[in-house]
Each structure stands twice: as C-alpha cells, then as structure tokens.
C-alpha cells in the first residue's frame, strides 16, 4: 500500500474526495518526505509549512467549498509570484523581494482549491547556470534547469506536482533527467502574468508531475484568458472532456536529424522507444524536419538573448557582476545582436510555425529526443534544449515521457510534440503509452 508522500496528484485527491484521507494526513506526509529528502537534494528555495498545515486543517474543517484540486500540494518554481512568499528567481538582486500578490496562475490554482507548499529553486533567472539542486537518481548529475528543483521535488516523492517554466527546454529536460513526467502546453494557455521574465516570445508555464493524468488534470485548471497577459486571448478555449488515454496511429520520427545532432546513446533509447511504438501497430513515418535543428536553435538564442536584454537592461547596467556566467553572457549578446537579425529570425520562426503546423494537419506528434546529451556533472552544465525548442520556438504542446534508467542510474526519455491547442489529444496518446509501454515515473528510493 502506498504511504501518502507516494500518491499522484489524483490519486491524492481521489483518496480526499472519498475521505480515506484529510488534507492534513497528505500535507503532513508530505512535509515529513521533505525532511527526509530535502538534505540529500536541495530542492526547496522556501517553505511554507506552517501556512500549507494551517489550509490543509481548514480544509477538513469544511471551510472552503469544496474545489476540484481539494487538498492537493503543489511545488511552485521561484520565478512565480506567491503572495507572502519570497520570489528572489536564485539571484541576490531580488533577495528579500516578497510579491504582494499571487501570480495569475498561482489564484487559479488556489481557487481549485490546491494548497501552495514552498518555492521551488531555479537557476539564476531561469536560465543556463546550474542550482545548488542535485539529480536525485545520481547526486554527481544535473537535474537539469532551469525547473531544477521542481523537477527533483517530484522524482524524490517531496511533492505530487510542481510548476515550472519553459523558455527553451526548462520543464522537458529536467523532467527527463529526473525520470517524470514534464509537460510544455500551447503558448497561451497558461497566463505568464506575475512571472519574471525571459522571454516575452518563448516563455511558458509547464507542469511536472509523475502521471499524465495530472498533467492534464492541472492543464485544466491552469489555463484561461488573463487581462494582463494578452497571449491568453484571442483564440477559443479548450474544451476538456473526460480523460480517456487514446492509442496513437499515425506518428512521425525525423530519424536522421536525430541521429546528425543526438549523443549515441541518446539516440539508441529512443529508436528502441520507437520500436516499441511499432510493435503495437502505431504507424511511425520517417520524415525529414522542416529545418536544419542545428539553425533552429541559433535563432532561438539569438531570439532569446534579444527578448533577456530587453527585460534586464536596467537592473543588468547597475548590476552586472551579480549576474553569474550564462545569463550574462546571453544578455550581452542580445544587447549586441542587430534589429536587422532579430527580425530576421521572428521571419524564420513564422515560416518554422507554418510548417510544423503544415506537418501536423497529417501526424498526431513528432517523437524526437528529450535532452541532446545524458545529464552532465551538476557544476557543469544544466544540459541543452537543442530538441526541446522545436516545441517551445513554435509554441506547440510537448511531453516528455521515461523511457527507464541507464549508465549511472540516469534516466532516458522520449518526447512527443503535438499541434497546437490540441494539448489534450497530445496528453491522451501519451497516457496510452504511459500505461502500455510502461513509460512510467517512479519515486527514487534512498
């Protein structure tokens, strides 16, 4: 029988909604996992015990109406404003910063009823310098960034589910490194208001968990237009039905591109991946991507340097030294990249937009890798988003699925990348798999 630290999202709130559970039992366990964990990992920038045992007991009290997210703790990345909380983005330029307000994301989850545990560590503004947070399947690796904490949170059993954000690869690699599940949603669907900024073009919210059921299960209840993020309006709403995972049928692998870009090992998991797809009758086409990969991902930082200049600009004048080594040098770089080069490259993310869409009018998803390289030493590097941008460049709807562990403990994984708003389709293909393949999360076990 599981204790209650080890519950999914859902079950968690299933086991609550039955009242084989209280709030406070799962918020308790939950705390109690932390303690255990928390040393070995480094996961939690704040936390907010007091306050999340304080909700939990209320809860069981009934004196909130019950909401579809009752009781259920949620790990949130330290670029997202919690009220109350600090929101310092591991920087000491916002050390002490403490928002007044919830982030848009942050009051609808609160108004499901979710209970908010700590803030999660990022690297420096959510970009490429490593964390103090450790791969919790080898302590010598990267968890990956810039979700580093969120990541290892959930693959340690710390939290159900955790936010993060996504600007090249931030929720699908560290998922990945860490052996859960890692979901990007449209650009769109989840209100980046109240979030600090990297990329106004590229910025995402994802969702980190260890089932697809509770990726989509808070999809749901994260995304909505917000007033103060205009990239949430203009386009119908999801609609959310019953979620029933769903066989894929007709895919697509653009094997060479892959194999031109990707470690060998890296590439050898995910062609037994897609073998596997093969083997229960999912048509897998080998195509050609619409892009050279390697052109993609210089545009994408070029775009990115272009957009971090941008937001930093002032506090990067009077601050400079406390910007560690990744993100200066990607801000210095936006702030000598020519408008003439900038615009050329929003022209070739447009024509990349066309023609993945073009692509995905026939496929129900691209499979490509989740990371380029497996994790390196955690002073290293927090790894490439080389395969994660095609998803995030276009702002399509991607997962990253466990494949299983191999050298060193280190997880593999293997990503889908799905047409745009059509997110809940991607995440039942992926529940399929999930279940049918035994792509599945597990807890690491100290």
């Known amino acids: 029988m599981k204790k209650n630290w080890e519950l999914t999202l859902s079950e968690g709130i299933k ?3 039955d009242k084989s559970m209280t709030a406070t039992d799962w918020i308790n366990s939950i705390f109690e996992r932390i303690d255990f964990c928390e040393d070995k990992i480094h996961a939690w920038a704040f936390l907010d015990k007091e306050v999340a045992i304080q909700k939990a007991k209320e809860i069981d009290n009934g004196s909130f109406i019950a909401g579809p997210l009752l009781g259920a703790p949620i790990g949130v ?10 929101c310092e983005g591991n920087s000491p330029i916002l050390k002490g910063n403490i928002p007044k307000e919830d982030a848009y994301c942050i009051s609808k989850l609160r108004q499901s009823g979710a209970i908010i545990a700590g803030k999660t560590v990022t690297t420096q503004f959510a970009t490429g ?29 710390m939290i159900p589910a955790a936010l993060g954000s996504q600007t090249g690869g931030s929720v699908l690699r560290p998922s990945a490194y860490c052996g859960i599940i890692g979901f990007k949603p449209s650009y769109g669907l989840i209100s980046r208001s109240g979030v600090i900024e990297v990329s106004w073009t590229f910025d995402h919210i994802g969702i980190l968990s260890r089932s697809v059921e509770d990726a989509a299960l808070l999809l749901k209840y994260l995304s909505g237009p917000d007033d103060l993020d205009e990239t949430t309006q203009g386009f119908e709403p999801l ?4 979620f029933i995972p769903k066989k894929p049928t007709l895919v697509c692998y653009p094997k060479k591109d892959i194999a031109k870009y990707a470690d060998p090992e890296v590439t050898r998991w995910v062609d037994e991946g897609v073998e596997k797809l093969k083997e229960k009758d999912i048509q897998v086409d080998e195509i050609d991507f619409p ?11 070029m775009i990115m340097g272009v957009d971090a200049a941008s937001y930093h600009k002032d506090s990067f004048s009077k601050n400079a030294d406390k910007y560690r080594p990744v993100i200066r040098a990607l801000i210095e770089s936006g702030l000598n990249t020519s408008s003439i080069n900038y615009a050329r490259g929003l022209k070739q993310r447009n024509r990349l937009i066309r023609d993945m869409e073009k692509l995905l009018n026939h496929y129900e998803f691209i499979i490509l890798p989740s990371f380029q390289d497996p994790p390196a030493l955690v002073e290293e590097s927090t790894g490439s988003a080389f395969f994660n941008e095609p998803a995030t460049q276009p702002g399509l ?4 699925l466990p494949l299983g562990r191999g050298d060193k403990n280190l997880p593999f994984a293997i990503q889908f990348i799905g047409k745009r ?15 049918e393949l035994d792509w599945t999360s597990q807890i690491v076990d100290f």
Not at 130 to 143: C, D, G, K, V, Y
Not at 146 to 156: H, K, L, P, Q, R
Not at 239 to 242: C, S
């Open 77 to 86: 990345k330290d670029i997202i404003d919690v009220k109350q909380m600090p």
């Open 397 to 400: 709807p991607a997962i990253t």
């Open 421 to 435: 708003f059509f997110d809940y389709p991607l995440l039942e293909n992926a529940a399929w798999c999930e279940k």
């Open 291 to 301: 892009i050279d990969l390697q052109r993609l991902h210089d545009t994408h930082r």
């Open 15 to 17: 086991k609550i909604s």
């Open 239 to 242: 609609i959310y039905g019953d």
């Open 129 to 157: 310098d490593p964390s103090e947070t450790l791969n919790p399947w080898n302590s010598l690796h990267s968890p990956g960034g810039s979700s580093s904490g969120s990541a290892a949170s959930v693959a340690s059993g």
